[in-house]
């Protein structure tokens, strides 16, 4: 659970800009969109590996590119 203490004299306006990177950073909004619907295992699988490959180009694109 992600918690965000105010300080004394803390706008909520900073407040929530720090809580709304908390859970951007934590990943939480990701992962409730993945599980609000089923994912079979293979296709889970599949996915995973095109992402895979899709980040093994950039890091070469990158690599190269120097």
Do not use: H, Y
């Amino acid at each position: 659970m992600i918690t965000v203490i105010v300080n004394e004299n803390e706008p909520i306006d900073s407040a929530m800009r720090r809580l709304k990177r908390f859970v951007e950073k934590s990943g939480l909004i990701k992962e409730l969109r993945q599980r609000e619907r089923f994912e079979k295992p293979s296709k889970k699988r599949q996915r995973e590996k095109v992402a895979a490959k899709k980040r093994e180009i950039k890091r070469k694109k990158l690599f190269f590119s120097k």
